[in-house]
């Protein structure tokens, strides 16, 4: 019984767009569903490891190209696993996708830019036969059902779909080719010349069959065997458009980067080239070969809990599983790709195969390879490794950090942060080369903001000795060096927290221990007035021209700080607080004038003190208290200053 559905909300839009869209390179719909069609007959050939009777007779595994220039038709077929009503429903109907939302976005900003081909990275590949097609008809039958299931929709809204006898398993996809806005037919997509070229261009490396029947003209000849000038005789000709040897098969003497690119685009649903790509073998006792690609952007998805990470598994060419997550650790998730081994047996379950020693040493030699093309990455083509590292810097320094740095030695190579030095970004070995003989640390301060970390007033005495300053910009940043404490024997110090003096010269800790003991009235009173808010007030030598600053105790930074504050949830144990420490500088007017009004207006310190707490948090980038009472006093002090 046929049954008319509608498309679910987004799916509409999308479809929309897609027969209305202004792409460039409406050629690739048939990329995508030639990509289709080859992992249909992958998940069957999976799926016949363990259930063999699903193949039946129908074993030569081929993708059929079937043009029909008179009905303006082409149909892209497939003997592969096919869908049961429910799963057209689900596959068709819908885009299951947390992320459909960015995915429409980023079409619409294609659409408006004209120049980025996205089709196929939400797994929407199917839609784009929109683009060619003002109506697509489906039939499929899976083996696991009696019947087949008819689909068709003209993208308008609204699909019809119905259960119908077929005799076969598979799915064929029919394609009634449209007009688009200048009132051009598609024809040129029943021409075999085209097919076969688009498949050359986008599909060569199919591992299937991807055949063609056509039409072919030939001299006709006479009895004796000779040419008759001017007749011809038409003959049906079945061709293998495709070369069907894997990619990852071939020497890379024989690859261009263009067959990687293409390859990688098909193969994983991006519309960019990569920006890496890595292609090796290994032999020995464990032989394998592997092809890897890092994205040149994040995925659309890859914030999202619809992101999975893993590698593609083959033995000897057969597609093993989708998506192998023991093959890639976290920290390089983002990198996508197959592996190739002759080493495992094709009857070997999923739940055994996870659990597979040779699976455990071919993912540590992928590790170590992936970080030596960074490294190289790094060394070699720095303005790309720093694009990379923005993409996916976070995933390194959550490495770092996860497991209570377990894998830090290995990653830290890889980090590279903002700093004092340039506008360019630094690693930690490039730091510890630039610094000064009679540097002790490696000194960094974090926030959200490059410019205002520059202007803070604890930089100054760091400026003028000059020593380098990292800057965290990302709340991981400080996370992970607190698990890696130290890079090769230098430890890490914010240079707004703990106590700086320490490393002040004898003469230099002797002088402000003189003043702070002629200001120790002073001093006392500002510790009494600011108990609640600070756990010390003192002073310091690490201001030059600012009159004051905050720091925090050597427990908790200020950033870690704001952090936690940001944590959904409640922590047991109360809010994570950062102790307050208010250090003044002895030699700026500011104090000098302080200590002169101490000795005629002790009443006005109270409000005093709390306007030099407020502004040393304004300075941190926290918070006023009580923005109204800091404004009040504020406002006081200026009046009692001019009477």
């Known amino acids: 019984m046929k049954e008319t559905k509608q498309f679910q909300t987004e799916t509409k839009k999308l479809l929309d767009m897609m027969i209305h869209s202004i792409y460039t390179h409406k050629e690739i719909f048939l990329r995508e569903l030639i990509s289709n069609a080859s992992d249909a007959i992958d998940k069957l050939k999976y799926k016949a490891i363990t259930d063999t009777h699903i193949l039946g007779d129908n074993t030569e595994f081929k993708i059929e190209i079937i043009p029909n220039k008179d009905a303006r038709t082409i149909t892209i077929k497939d003997n592969g696993i096919g869908m049961t009503m429910e799963e057209v429903i689900a596959n068709i109907g819908t885009i299951a996708k947390s992320g459909s939302k960015d995915f429409m976005e980023k079409l619409k900003e294609a659409k408006e830019n004209k120049d980025m081909e996205i089709i196929g990275q939400f797994g929407v590949g199917f839609y784009s036969s929109f683009m060619v097609a003002d109506k697509v008809t489906l039939i499929t039958k899976s083996p696991y059902s009696d019947l087949g299931v008819k689909w068709e929709s003209n993208g308008e809204g609204e699909y019809n779909i119905e259960e119908l006898e077929v005799a076969t398993r598979g799915t064929e996809i029919i394609l009634h080719l449209r007009k688009d806005e200048e009132e051009n037919t598609f024809s040129e997509y029943t021409e075999t010349w085209e097919l076969k070229s688009l498949v050359k261009k986008y599909s060569d490396y199919v591992r299937y069959p991807i055949m063609m029947e056509f039409e072919k003209e030939n001299p006709k000849k006479d009895e004796k065997g000779e040419i008759i000038e001017g007749e011809y005789e038409t003959e049906i000709v079945t061709e293998t458009l495709n070369s069907m040897t894997p990619i990852w098969k071939k020497s890379k003497e024989e690859l261009k980067d263009e067959d990687y690119n293409e390859f990688y685009k098909g193969k994983f649903h991006d519309w960019m080239d990569p920006m890496k790509t890595i292609h090796y073998a290994v032999e020995g006792n464990i032989e394998y070969t ?34 192998c997550k023991d093959l890639i650790p976290d920290y390089f998730r983002f990198v996508k ?11 070997v379950s999923r739940e055994i195969l996870q659990q597979n020693k040779q699976l455990e040493v071919i993912a540590k030699n992928i590790e170590k390879k992936i970080k030596k093309e960074l490294e190289l990455l790094m060394k070699n083509e720095r303005e790309k490794y720093e694009e990379f590292f923005t993409n996916f810097g976070n995933d390194i320094k959550f490495g770092v950090y996860d497991s209570f740095g377990a894998k830090k030695d290995l990653l830290k190579d890889l980090l590279i942060f903002n700093s004092s030095f340039s506008d360019k970004r630094t690693s930690l070995k490039e730091y510890v080369e630039r610094m000064k003989e009679d540097q002790k640390y490696i000194y960094f301060v974090s926030g959200d903001d490059k410019e205002r970390l520059k202007k803070l007033p604890q930089m100054e005495s760091l400026r003028d000795k000059g020593y380098e300053v990292l800057f965290f910009l990302d709340k991981i940043d400080e996370f992970a060096i607190q698990v890696l404490r130290e890079f090769e024997g230098k430890e890490f110090k914010a240079i707004n927290q703990g106590d700086l003096d320490k490393e002040a010269s004898s003469d230099d800790k002797k002088l402000l221990e003189e003043k702070a003991n002629e200001n120790k009235d002073l001093i006392g009173k500002l510790k009494e007035s600011l108990k609640t808010k600070v756990a010390d007030v003192r002073l310091t030598s690490r201001l030059k021209s600012s009159a004051v600053c905050l720091v925090s105790g050597e427990g908790v930074s200020f950033e870690m700080e704001k952090v936690m504050k940001e944590m959904p949830g409640e922590n047991p144990m109360g809010p994570v607080k950062a102790d307050r420490i208010l250090e003044l500088n002895p030699d700026h007017d500011l104090f000098k004038t302080l200590s002169r009004a101490f000795d005629k207006d002790a009443d006005s310190l109270n409000d005093i003190a709390d306007l030099l707490y407020s502004q040393a948090l304004l300075i941190e980038g926290f918070p006023l208290d009580d923005p109204v009472d800091f404004s009040n006093k504020m406002t006081n002090l200026i009046i009692k200053a001019n009477n």
């Open 337 to 347: 790709g197959l592996v190739d081994s002759s080493d495992f047996s094709l009857n």
């Open 290 to 323: 592997a092809l890897l690609f890092i994205p040149s952007k994040t995925p659309m998805d890859f914030y999202t809990k619809d992101y999975e990470k893993g590698l593609q598994l083959y033995t000897k060419n057969v597609f093993i599983m989708d998506k």
